[in-house]
């Protein structure tokens, strides 16, 4: 994680994410704490139980990313893996449900598209991975992966 002491902003290709691992985990809705995916846990830092007030889920993506000089994996959490997505964590995750290989064919949707990321380096000292704070699509045509998807399985739109 040389040289991004600071936040970096750098132009970037998709070259891999890791889904054999899951894209999302269940927070406390109320303090956004981890929580374990077991049903009714109670929040161990706000003593909030899940099973009276809901849980959610939120995005933890470990994509890999190609630079003009290196190739570096990074960690994209919940606000920057929407712009991948185009969908909440609670919604791909339902979606995944009814099809369960959506998520190696979001890998390979997001294969190649181009972005412009700033990255910075983890606040908690064990994690290991550069986070990605902010994405943005280089590509005009650009359609996150949850639009592709539903095209691919031929689910229509929700109608208002």
């Given at each position: 994680m040389e040289g991004y002491?600071?936040?970096?902003?750098?132009m970037c290709?998709?070259?891999?994410?890791?889904?054999a691992?899951?894209?999302s985990y269940r927070?406390?809705?109320?303090c956004e704490r981890t929580l374990p995916d077991t049903l009714n846990a109670l929040c161990k830092f706000c003593h909030n139980?899940?099973?009276?007030?809901?849980?959610?889920?939120?995005?933890r993506v470990l994509v890999s990313i190609a630079t003009d000089t290196k190739v570096l994996n990074v960690m994209c959490?919940?606000?920057a893996a929407r712009v991948l997505f185009g969908c909440s964590a609670?919604?791909?995750?339902?979606f995944s449900k009814l099809h369960p290989f959506a998520a190696s064919n979001a890998a390979k949707i997001l294969?190649?598209?181009?972005?412009?990321?700033?990255?910075s380096k983890p606040k908690n000292g064990n994690a290991q991975h550069l986070r990605a704070v902010s994405i943005v699509p280089l590509r005009s045509g650009f359609k996150p992966a949850i639009e592709s998807l539903k095209e691919f399985y031929g689910v229509k739109p929700a109608t208002s």
């Open positions: 002491e600071k936040a970096t902003t750098v290709t998709v070259i891999g994410m890791d889904y691992n899951s894209l927070a406390c809705s109320l139980n899940t099973a009276s007030s809901s849980s959610k889920r939120l995005f959490f919940d606000r609670d919604d791909f995750f339902h294969e190649g598209e181009m972005f412009r990321m700033t990255l």
